[in-house]
């Protein structure tokens, strides 16, 4: 029998207190994952595939009291194990839906099945095998495995940290083809590489009124219906990520009403896991918004700092990552809602998990001392880390005297180390010793930047680690206080120049103001996104990759102090109305407010003078908005003939004028 906190194991006559003691701990946690050693069959051996076997491992709230069925409760719970030999069968009690994976393969689907059902058809090669069972619907009851003669169960390799998703049907992953496995809850568990559970029903609310089911009390119960409380101490997650309120205001839920349940649920979750980083998410149909966010200052004003609000404003498109009017995400909606949440929850260093910036070592990707500026992709691999758009870099500091860096492939990159003058390194690969000539003892700066990847130019722009002297380690590099955010093509990449990014306007107005800078540019790109294929950084702005449709990028990451926007130069030549550009920068001037409430926004008169009418009326609308703080700026007679490399793209001395004419201009809005 399953014992809650609340229960006293009855004593068994005839048996000491150490029998005692080693009966209640042969419930037992491998590796951070439940499994049922003593919980009803008490002599289950290590191996046979039984409920009770211990090398099963369940995640999610299972109800396995019986010790002969385990009954997987809220959806998206699943079984993981390894096994040896060649073929592996599951026993079910009646009709089930439910995916298999062996080895990480694809989930096979398996449609409403029972009794001893044949998971591996074409048996396997001999040897040691992973197994993950995920219940769909149906008599969703595990009743063990059927392995080859000879053959055992092994405790099962898992992932490190868990994390816990409480929703409604939309966290339920409704509408989607496979359900839970659709779902933005499954795919941020997977993507993070970590355990995940789906504390999720469809039509459930916060707060229970009107015949809804509220998460506010149910959420602490075993099962999505029924009183059976929960025993928290069968696992603990590291991070709650809340989406909740989408159905309240269908229940004539108040807005104080809402917010007293919100602040309270917080509270009650954070009672149970006392370590853990609670997300409270915005609803995608933004409802109850100011009472989420006041639930959340409300708990950090109390001194919980672990509670975070989460702004999903823009993440999802109407009309393409949706299946309905109701705000239930398409299968692509739930990839672009995983793109964007992954990375907040990573950056909030969540213990246990392999994405976690605190388990890295010093110098290596993900080590919190490095500060990666720009849109860098820090979650597809833990071993490399890419960067997308141009002016991308890192700084770090570091002790000891030498430096190098770990290049995946072929690459030219720009390197400084302290103060010093910045080195070129030309096509090289492998492990690169930036230090030659090696430095005094002591604490340095390295600062690196990587070439634009365009046209002909395909290097291997990957961050693979540093290496440094034994004993060494790193240490956070000085941190500029604003950060100005450059949005442009070819002249804002800085192309025709003698360094690229480096020696374009932008860089040079960061380093001037001693503020961070990004160049959100791309050579060849136009503001409207055209049929014969011009990348249009209107649709682009927002994503990750100027060359990719997903994912999105997580503007949580940082906040631009102020927005540079100089586009139009190509439009003219793909065939770009007036009113189409007009239309695209105003939802442009939109996109970026949305990202950075506070930034300030210029909008740059091209250098050709091209749309600008258009540009200006675009502000005008703007302003006339509501929105104050966007300003056009007129740059006409900034550049020369002899500032030019051609007739369109400035060259080192055009660059140097630019940033002399707008340098002033930013720095007198933001106070650099």
């Known amino acids: 029998m399953q014992t809650s906190p609340h229960q006293a194991r009855p004593r068994t006559p005839g048996r000491g207190p150490l029998a005692v003691l080693t009966a209640v701990l042969t419930t037992v946690l491998v590796a951070g994952v439940l499994s049922l050693a003593g919980v009803g069959q008490a002599h289950a051996a290590p191996g046979d595939g039984s409920v009770s076997d211990p090398n099963i491992g369940y995640v999610g709230r299972w109800d396995t009291s019986s010790g002969t069925t385990a009954v997987a409760n809220w959806t998206g719970a699943y079984v993981q194990t390894s096994f040896t030999g060649t073929t592996v069968k599951v026993r079910a009690r009646d009709a089930v839906n439910l995916y298999v994976s062996i080895?990480?393969?694809?989930?096979?689907?398996?449609?409403?099945?029972?009794?001893?059902?044949?998971?591996?058809?074409?048996?396997?090669?001999?040897?040691?095998?992973?197994?993950?069972?995920?219940?769909?619907?149906?008599?969703?009851?595990?009743?063990?495995?059927?392995?080859?003669?000879?053959?055992?169960?092994?405790?099962?390799?898992?992932?490190?940290?868990?994390?816990?998703?409480?929703?409604?049907?939309?966290?339920?992953?409704?509408?989607?083809?496979?359900?839970?496995?659709?779902?933005?809850?499954?795919?941020?568990?997977?993507?993070?590489?970590?355990?995940?559970?789906?504390?999720?029903?469809?039509?459930?609310?916060?707060?229970?009124?009107?015949?809804?089911?509220?998460?506010?009390?149910?959420?602490?119960?075993?099962?999505?219906?029924?009183?059976?409380?929960?025993?928290?101490?069968?696992?603990?997650?590291?991070?709650?990520?809340?989406?909740?309120?989408?159905?309240?205001?269908?229940?004539?839920?108040?807005?104080?009403?809402?917010?007293?349940?919100?602040?309270?649920?917080?509270?009650?979750?954070?009672?149970?896991?006392?370590?853990?980083?609670?997300?409270?998410?915005?609803?995608?149909?933004?409802?109850?918004?100011?009472?989420?966010?006041?639930?959340?200052t409300a708990r950090n004003a109390a001194g919980d700092t672990r509670v975070r609000y989460v702004d999903t404003t823009g993440w999802l498109t109407d009309g393409t990552d949706y299946?309905?009017?109701?705000?239930?995400?398409?299968?692509?909606?739930?990839?672009?809602?995983?793109?964007?949440?992954?990375?907040?929850?990573s950056a909030a260093s969540i213990g246990g998990t392999t994405r976690s910036v605190k388990a890295?070592?010093?110098?290596?990707?993900?080590?919190?001392?490095?500060?990666?500026?720009?849109?860098?992709?820090?979650?597809?691999?833990?071993?490399?880390?890419?960067?997308?758009?141009?002016?991308?870099y890192y700084r770090v500091g570091f002790t000891g005297r030498t430096v190098q860096l770990k290049q995946r492939g072929t690459i030219d990159f720009w390197a400084r180390i302290d103060d010093g003058p910045v080195t070129f390194y030309d096509d090289v690969k492998g492990t690169v010793n930036l230090t030659p000539?090696?430095?005094?003892?002591?604490?340095?700066?390295?600062?690196?930047?990587?070439?634009?990847?365009?046209?002909?130019?395909?290097?291997?722009?990957?961050?693979?680690g540093l290496v440094l002297d034994s004993g060494a380690t790193t240490y956070p590099p000085p941190a500029p206080g604003k950060l100005i955010e450059f949005v442009g093509d070819s002249i804002t990449v800085g192309t025709t120049t003698s360094q690229n990014a480096r020696t374009a306007y932008g860089w040079l107005i960061g380093e001037r103001l001693g503020a961070e800078h990004t160049q959100i540019a791309q050579g060849g790109a136009c503001l409207v996104a055209t049929a014969d294929g011009c990348v249009g950084l209107?649709?682009?702005?927002?994503?990750?990759?100027?060359?990719?449709?997903?994912?999105?990028?997580?503007?949580?990451?940082?906040?631009?102090d102020a927005v540079v926007i100089n586009l139009g130069t190509n439009d003219v030549g793909h065939g770009v109305s007036s009113a189409q550009f007009q239309e695209a920068y105003s939802s442009l001037l939109r996109k970026v407010r949305a990202a950075y409430p506070q930034a300030w926004i210029f909008a740059l008169e091209t250098f050709r003078g091209r749309f600008v009418p258009q540009t200006e009326a675009a502000v005008r609308a703007a302003v006339d908005g509501g929105d104050s703080r966007v300003s056009f700026v007129d740059t006409t007679g900034w550049l020369g003939s002899g500032d030019l490399t051609d007739s369109v793209h400035p060259n080192d001395q055009g660059h140097r004028v630019i940033a002399d004419r707008l340098a002033p201009v930013i720095a007198a809005r933001i106070g650099a």
């Open 538 to 560: 209107e649709r682009q702005f927002t994503q990750l990759n100027p060359n990719a449709p997903t994912p999105g990028w997580d503007f949580s990451r940082y906040r631009a």
């Open 323 to 345: 299946e309905d009017g109701d705000g239930h995400p398409n299968e692509a909606g739930h990839t672009k809602f995983a793109d964007r949440l992954a990375p907040v929850i």
């Open 103 to 296: 080895d990480g393969g694809p989930d096979v689907f398996h449609a409403g099945v029972r009794g001893t059902v044949n998971l591996t058809p074409q048996p396997l090669q001999t040897g040691t095998h992973t197994l993950r069972i995920t219940y769909r619907s149906g008599d969703t009851v595990f009743q063990g495995l059927v392995l080859d003669s000879g053959a055992r169960t092994v405790a099962p390799t898992t992932r490190p940290g868990l994390i816990e998703f409480v929703g409604d049907s939309i966290t339920a992953g409704a509408l989607t083809d496979r359900l839970a496995l659709d779902s933005y809850a499954w795919k941020t568990g997977e993507r993070l590489g970590m355990r995940h559970t789906q504390i999720a029903r469809a039509g459930y609310c916060l707060v229970g009124q009107s015949g809804c089911t509220g998460l506010s009390s149910q959420f602490f119960k075993t099962a999505s219906t029924g009183g059976t409380d929960w025993d928290f101490s069968r696992y603990r997650a590291d991070a709650v990520v809340i989406n909740l309120g989408t159905n309240d205001i269908g229940h004539g839920v108040s807005g104080t009403a809402f917010q007293s349940a919100y602040t309270t649920f917080l509270r009650d979750i954070r009672a149970r896991y006392p370590d853990a980083v609670l997300f409270a998410v915005q609803t995608l149909k933004k409802r109850y918004v100011t009472e989420t966010r006041a639930a959340v």
């Open 360 to 392: 890295a070592a010093p110098g290596q990707p993900g080590d919190p001392n490095i500060k990666f500026v720009g849109r860098w992709d820090t979650t597809s691999s833990t071993t490399a880390y890419t960067p997308y758009w141009a002016g991308a």
């Open 437 to 464: 000539a090696a430095l005094p003892a002591g604490r340095h700066t390295l600062q690196v930047n990587y070439q634009v990847v365009a046209g002909s130019y395909r290097g291997d722009a990957v961050f693979q």
